[in-house]
């Protein structure tokens, strides 16, 4: 069956989810904390005191869940590994953490279902960032000591794999807006953090080929689309630096060679000095991979202004615009708009949609979730994605976030994002009325009305 809305053949569709945010079983079978079992203990951090002690318990009910994902049609599956799992402390590696991954695998691969596995998605062991986190470049032997063992355990079997999971939020908002963890504001620090793990990515992809693994390897970055509020000079210039700040910042090294000039400048006041960079890196960190991540949930619409006192801008919410559950601009055509420059202004390698989704506020009622927000989000999206591939654009999957309702950081439980419902108390799990809907998806690899 050819009709206008199908899919290429091999086009990938999936379903993601992150360690902290599902497994709970923070202390068990030797994990220590991480960076965000601290700051979910930090007063005022987190929406609702709210921490991921528990979360969705995944950890002790991943056989459930993979029979879960079977039973909802999914194929693939993106999920991120816990580094205190697996170096709960300096030089200690942990075979409990791997076996958990190890029986993960397994009951994947028993449903047939391929994993997509992100290396780093923002779990820091404590341990590390009480030498200086990400802010030291140390980090970056750490992880890849971390990595080496990720590749040679599971290696073999993963086909696909994310060095890091949005480096942007990581940094900036880790170290330098403060509202993820470790929760602090220096932007010397954030833009240090940021090289940092940029140049782990490019490590992480060397070690990876010269181990011999033939699968796919690439960063995910999360990226937006953004226009000037006005035609005013100072609106496109505010506009010129958030771009600047959320997707140049991260794509033109790793696919250039070097950091915008426009930034550096705009960023030396508050750096100091660029001593943190050495020579050579710009070089590793100009690696690609095989594939790129991207992580799209909205546009921004930027205005010079004092909202953000570093970057001196502002967002703008244009007038009767719709919004998600996290208030965040509804705007499909800026993923299309985003894709195109990125084919335009950087590269062609395969482009994986490794996030996109949307909070809504769902309720559940005599066994339902009819969450039709999240279904026009998602077909509006896939509707851009299907306009991308027939322009002839590389895109070559698509996970859903999320798989479940999860800790949404710093709001706590507040914002759901799954397509399966999760009630907190009994840990119940309820399909909403989108997994069914994407099942169709799926099936027909083609957009469902
Ligand atoms: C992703 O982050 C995460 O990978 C995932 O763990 C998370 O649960 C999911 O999205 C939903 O939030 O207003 O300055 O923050 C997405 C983070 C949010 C980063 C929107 C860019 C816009 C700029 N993105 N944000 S700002």
């Given amino acids: 069956m050819n009709n206008k809305s199908d899919f290429p053949s091999d086009f990938i569709w999936g379903v993601a989810t992150s360690s902290y945010q599902i497994e709970g079983a923070a202390d068990a079978d030797g994990r220590t904390a991480s960076i965000w079992d601290t700051f979910c203990r930090t007063p005022g951090k987190v929406a609702g005191g709210d921490t991921g002690e528990r979360a969705c318990e995944h950890y002790y009910r991943f056989r459930e869940d993979v029979r879960l994902l079977a039973d909802l049609g999914i194929k693939h599956y993106r999920f991120s590994i ?15 953490g791997l076996d958990f991954y190890r029986s993960l695998l397994n009951e994947l691969k028993e449903c047939g279902i391929q994993p997509l596995v992100t290396v780093y998605h923002w779990d820091l062991p404590q341990w590390i960032q009480d030498e200086g986190g990400w802010t030291n470049r140390e980090a970056v032997d750490h992880y890849m000591e971390y990595a080496r063992t990720l590749f040679e355990e599971f290696g073999r079997e993963v086909p696909m794999w994310n060095t890091h999971n949005e480096p942007w939020c990581a940094a900036f908002l880790g170290y330098g807006v403060g509202v993820h963890a470790p929760g602090h504001r220096n932007w010397r620090e954030a833009i240090a953090a940021a090289h940092h793990i940029l140049l782990s990515h490019g490590l992480a992809v060397q070690a990876y080929r010269e181990m011999g693994l033939t699968g796919q390897i ?17 609106d496109l210039e505010a506009r010129r630096r958030h771009d600047g700040y959320l997707n140049r910042w991260f794509l033109d090294p790793v696919f250039k060679g070097a950091y915008p000039q426009d930034m550096m400048e705009w960023f030396l006041p508050h750096v100091g000095e660029y001593d943190f960079i050495q ?17 799209y949930y909205s546009r921004g619409v930027i205005r010079s202004g004092t909202g953000h006192s570093m970057l001196l801008t502002d967002y703008v919410l244009p007038e009767n615009s719709e919004v998600t559950d996290m208030g965040w601009e509804i705007h499909p055509e800026s993923l299309h708009r985003l894709m195109q420059r990125l ?94 809907w994407y099942r169709d998806v799926m099936r027909r690899n083609g957009i469902a009305d």
């Fill in 82 to 96: 816990a580094w205190p799992r697996i170096y709960p402390e300096k030089g200690k590696l942990n075979r409990e």
């Fill in 343 to 436: 084919r335009k202004d950087y590269t062609s390698i395969p482009i994986f949609i490794t996030e996109n989704g949307a909070a809504t506020k769902d309720v559940l009622e005599n066994g339902k979730v009819e969450d039709e927000g999240r279904i026009r989000y998602v077909k509006a999206h896939l509707e851009q994605s299907l306009k991308f591939i027939r322009d002839g654009g590389n895109l070559k999957g698509y996970y859903l976030w999320s798989f479940l309702d999860n800790f949404e950081w710093a709001f706590g439980y507040e914002k759901r994002f799954g397509m399966v419902h999760v009630d907190y108390e009994t840990q119940v799990r309820t399909p909403k009325a989108s997994a069914y």
């Fill in 218 to 234: 690439g960063i995910t970055l999360n990226l937006d689309h953004n226009d000037p509020a006005s035609d005013r000079e100072e």
């Fill in 279 to 295: 020579p050579g890196d710009l070089e590793t960190i100009h690696e690609p991979g095989d594939l790129l991540g991207i992580n």
